[in-house]
Structures are given as structure tokens and as C-alpha cells.
């Protein structure tokens, strides 16, 4: 049984079914990438996981507890953090403010957890009092990931961190989401640049139509000539 | 420098500078209350006006009581001592007012326009309470020492022709309005509670999944609100008078100060408060006597020298509204777009 697994889950938006009964699962000190065409209900899986869909039917459930009927911010209290794809900064904040925020449910010490985050994230350091909005689309990023990580999460969730920045800026980013894996928690992503994100991918995902097609290591997935045909290109 | 150019400022301070930066901080405390409930509730709180009328009645009615006890502070007016008490009732109100009215459109996320019609329907609400609990009518509730400065005191010290007098009530206002807004920007930017207010005007959804309760911090708005609404109101019928036709007016100049400086951004509220008090002022000032000490003898004028009857003033206010909304909709410090 994985830390976070999501079983079975179906449903959508309104009345229309997006996912039709898809499985998700995450183990701790695991990158998990979820890829797949437009339409496929990445997104979706990814915002049913976190609650912020209501499921029809499935289960997920984080450790030994079912989360399955928790708000997305009772997720949070359970160790679970999102990074959204747009929107995932505080623009008018300092970046050390939007680290604060990241830890607003925290009473003890948060200073460490934030060294931590500034030395994951070097740059933040330096432009700490400045305000997030006037940072470069990779360093909103690298705010975005340090907020959520200041909640200490045991599963961290990316929705296509690397969307809109440039080919250097995305493998920087890949690098630091690897550093942050060393640190033992459960980082579920979803991802356009599918390619780049199996490759650091410990397992990885192919939804089609809102259900899973193919399930393997980023490797075998990389190496798999139907999914590279259909999904990678050739 | 010659007494004419002297006698020139001091005219001008009298009747320009000092009106104007108490007219200005009053303008001040009341677009901060908008700006914040803007910021955080998303919506025009067209009650704002209202609010104010009830929460200095309040203030009046404990003034009243106090003096009738022969309770006083002279030399400052009692109504500062009646203040702390009215606030907590206001807050209560506030509170109240938004947990039976607003908070029901909050859970049905309702669109702005439907919270700013809900707004204008607690306006009527707050407006007919007021009038029918103290009537529409003036009511003085000032006491204490008047003047700080005498023009008359001042022309015997300094030997001018012309004299300067500023009202207890102004230097009041204007000193409160500094500590207010020092202490509302500690609170803002030092404070765990503060910063989420910020975080929570900045993005919504993201405070929400940083596990900022909403509820909470809308609670903590309209307390704010309501404190810097009572606290304007009465330094505002401390200076002029109370009447609740006037707060209901000052809701345009209010507005206009918010927008003007950027609604949504407490620093924009402050500074708009003054662009539309001074604008006001200097546009409705009859400039006669000015121009007969500040130019050289002969080229005196013959008329007022009036740009505006201060009948117009609230024309001031709406014309710089509408350009400010056709020129530069953020404002000078870049709020939101309404």
C-alpha cells in the first residue's frame, strides 16, 4: 500500500465525468509524474486527489486514513501541499512573506524550514525582501515551491511547474524538485514536457481520456515504443 | 520677506492648508475602511457612508450620557472619551450586520455587483436607524476647549494683519490620523494576522491552501472597518457637525479617494484622501484677499477669484473621479481595476 493512493476515482466537473475511474499512487522519497494529451484529465486527477473536485466515486486515502471527503485545506493540515499552475505566488508579498505564508498553519519555529528552502533555492535568499511579483517566471516558480514546502508537507503536488519558462529554467527546476526528493516526501507532478519529466520520473503515469494507459518506471515509459509513438513524439 | 508675502501664507495656511490636511485625514480614515473591505471582501461597500453616520451616533449618544453625568475631559472633547466604548458597539454591529447579510452571498459566491447591490440595501438599513434614533437634524455634541489657536491671539503675537486659528478639533483629527495609520501599517506588515490579510487580498486561493481561514479574516476586516469608521465619523462632527445626510454624502469623496490613489492599497486610500480634500479646498477657495497680498498693488482683482461655489464641491470629487476612471483605472499606486 503507497503513502497517497487514489483508487478508482471518477468524476468531473458539472455532470460530465473526466475521470473514469483512474489510479494514482505515491510513496515517500518517490517523484510520480502524471503525463498524457490534452484533455486527458491530468489536472483533474491532480485537483481530485487534493480535494478541490468532488469525486463520485474512489478513494484516496494518505497513510492509513481515508482523505476522501477532507477540503483541500484539511488536506493541508494532513501534510499535503499544491503548488497550482497559474496564481501560485502572492505577487505584491516579499518572498520571505510568501514563505511565512507558506507555514501560516505552523506555531513552532519556521526560521529552519526557511534556511532549508534558501538553501534549496539560493536565489530566493538574495531577492528575500523583494517582492515576488517582480521576480522572473523561474524564480516565481522556485517561491511557488518554497511556499508550499514550508508546510513540512509529506506529499508534494506540481501542477506543470515548468509551464511558460525556458529550456535552462526547467532543468534547473528538475534538478531542485530531484534535491527536494532527498528529502523523503512523495512529489506527484503533472507535466507537458513529458519527456524531461519521465526522465526523472520514478514512476510515471499515462492517462488517456481519464483513464490509465500505460503505468511504469519514468525509464520503462522513456523506453516503451507505443507510449514514445503516441505521447513523446517518436 | 515683506508682510504682504507673509500675510499671504498665513492666509493661506488659514484658510487652505489646515482645512484641508483635516479634511484630508478625515477623507483618509474613511477610504482606508473601503480600500480594506475592497481588498478583502471584493466588493464597493457602498454602506461605508452609513456606517459612519451610526457609528458616530453612537459616539453622540455616549457623549450626551457622559456629560450628563458631568463626566468630561476638558479640555478635550468628551467624545473622546466615548469613543472606545462606541467602537466596540460598532464592531459588534459590523459584525453582526455581515454575519446576517453578507456572509449568506459569500457561501452562495455571489458576484461582486450582487454584494455591492447588498451593500446599498444596509446602507438604506443603517440610514433609516440613524434617522429614526436621532433624527435627520444637526446635533452638536462638541465640548471642551475650541481653539488650539485664536486667529485673534495670533494677530496680537506676531503683529499680522491677517490671523491663523486652528481648531482643537483639526489638530485632533490630524494627530489621530497619524498614530491610526501607523498603527494600521504595523498591523499590516509586522503581524501574523496582518500578513494574511494581505495574503488573503493578494490571492484568494492561495490563502485558502495556505490554510488562512477566510472567515476569519473577513471578521478581522470589518472590525478594522468599523473602528476607522466610527473614529473618522466623529472626528469629522467634532470639526463640522453631525448630521447623517452629510456622511452619506461623503461617500463620493470617500470613493474618489480610494480609486484616486488605487483601491484596494491602503497607501493609495491615504493619499487620495488629500489629493481630494486639497483639490476641493483649492478649487472652492475664494482667492481675493490672497491675490490682493500676493501680487504687486493695482493688479488686485475685483472679483472673488473663485474658481467653484463650494455648493459644487462634491463636483470636484466626481470629476476626478471620472478622469482618473478614464486615464489611469489603477489609480496613482496601482490598486485593482474595478
Known amino acids: 500500500m503507497s503513502y497517497l493512493s487514489a483508487t478508482g476515482m471518477r468524476g468531473g466537473y458539472g455532470g460530465v465525468d473526466i475521470l473514469q475511474g483512474c489510479d494514482i499512487t505515491a510513496d515517500k522519497g518517490e517523484i510520480v509524474v502524471i503525463v498524457g494529451p490534452n484533455g486527458a484529465g491530468k489536472s483533474t486527477a491532480m485537483k481530485a486527489i487534493f480535494g478541490m473536485i468532488d469525486l463520485r466515486e474512489g478513494d484516496v486515502r494518505l497513510g492509513d486514513k481515508s482523505i476522501t471527503n477532507l477540503s483541500p485545506q484539511d488536506r493541508v493540515k494532513e501534510g499535503m501541499a499544491m503548488v497550482p499552475q497559474t496564481d501560485n505566488i502572492f505577487t505584491s508579498m516579499t518572498v520571505q512573506e510568501n514563505l511565512e505564508m507558506g507555514a501560516f498553519l505552523r506555531r513552532d519555529d519556521i526560521y529552519a524550514t526557511m534556511e532549508h528552502i534558501f538553501d534549496l533555492f539560493p536565489i530566493l535568499k538574495d531577492k528575500r525582501h523583494q517582492a515576488a511579483g517582480e521576480l522572473s517566471g523561474g524564480q516565481r516558480q522556485q517561491v511557488a515551491v518554497g511556499r508550499a514546502l514550508m508546510t ?18 526547467m532543468d534547473e527546476l528538475f534538478d531542485r524538485i530531484l534535491e527536494v526528493r532527498k528529502t523523503g516526501i512523495a512529489i506527484l507532478m503533472v507535466e507537458q514536457n513529458a519527456r524531461q519529466a519521465l526522465e526523472i520520473a520514478d514512476k510515471g503515469y499515462v492517462l488517456v481520456t481519464g483513464e490509465n494507459r500505460f503505468t511504469d518506471t519514468g525509464a520503462a515509459l522513456l523506453a516503451n515504443p507505443d507510449v514514445r509513438r503516441s505521447f513523446l513524439g517518436g | 520677506m515683506d508682510t504682504d508675502t507673509i500675510n499671504a501664507i498665513v492666509l493661506f495656511s488659514n484658510f487652505i492648508l489646515v482645512p484641508g490636511m483635516t479634511y484630508g485625514a478625515q477623507l483618509a480614515l474613511g477610504a482606508l475602511g473601503i480600500t480594506l473591505v475592497f481588498g478583502v471582501l471584493r466588493f464597493a461597500n457602498f454602506a461605508h457612508g452609513d456606517m459612519m453616520a451610526f457609528g458616530t451616533m453612537i459616539v453622540v449618544m455616549i457623549t450626551w450620557w457622559f456629560q450628563s453625568l458631568g463626566i468630561t475631559i476638558a479640555p478635550l472633547p468628551t467624545a473622546l ?67 488650539i489657536i485664536k486667529a485673534r491671539e495670533f494677530k496680537k503675537m506676531t503683529g499680522l494683519d491677517e490671523g491663523l486659528s ?41 490563502a485558502l491552501l495556505s490554510g488562512i481561514d477566510p472567515e476569519r479574516v473577513v471578521a478581522i476586516t470589518w472590525i478594522i472597518t468599523a473602528a476607522l469608521a466610527t473614529i473618522a465619523g466623529t472626528l469629522y462632527g467634532l470639526d463640522k457637525s453631525f448630521k447623517p445626510f452629510t456622511y452619506f454624502q461623503l461617500l463620493l469623496p470617500m470613493f474618489a479617494s480610494a480609486i484616486v490613489g488605487g483601491i484596494g492599497n491602503p497607501v493609495g486610500a491615504i493619499v487620495g484622501g488629500f489629493v481630494i480634500a486639497f483639490s476641493e ?17 493695482g493688479w488686485a482683482p475685483d472679483g472673488l477669484m473663485q474658481l467653484l461655489s463650494t455648493d459644487y464641491k462634491f463636483a470636484v470629487s466626481f470629476m476626478i473621479l471620472v478622469l482618473v476612471l478614464l486615464i489611469r483605472p489603477t489609480g496613482i499606486f496601482k490598486g485593482k481595476v474595478i
Open chain 1, 152 to 169: 513540512q508537507p509529506d506529499v508534494l503536488m506540481l501542477d506543470e511547474p515548468t509551464a511558460g519558462v525556458s529550456p535552462i529554467v
Open chain 2, 281 to 297: 479646498v483649492i478649487i472652492t477657495y475664494a482667492y481675493k484677499k490672497f491675490l490682493i497680498y500676493a501680487v504687486p498693488p
Open chain 2, 166 to 206: 486652528i481648531k482643537v478639533s483639526q489638530g485632533l483629527t490630524i494627530v489621530i490620523a497619524i498614530i491610526l495609520v501607523a498603527a494600521l501599517f504595523w498591523f499590516l506588515q509586522r503581524t501574523r494576522t496582518g500578513k494574511a490579510m494581505r495574503a488573503f487580498s493578494d490571492n484568494e486561493d492561495l
Open chain 2, 81 to 147: 472619551l466615548a469613543l472606545p466604548l462606541a467602537i466596540v458597539i460598532s464592531m459588534s454591529v459590523t459584525l453582526l450586520n455581515d454575519r446576517m447579510i453578507f456572509r449568506y452571498y459569500r457561501k452562495k459566491r455571489s458576484s461582486p455587483s450582487t454584494f455591492v447591490i447588498a451593500s446599498t440595501g444596509v446602507m438604506f438599513v443603517f440610514n433609516g436607524i440613524v434617522r429614526f434614533i436621532i433624527g435627520p437634524d444637526d446635533q452638536r455634541f462638541t465640548d471642551g476647549e475650541r481653539f
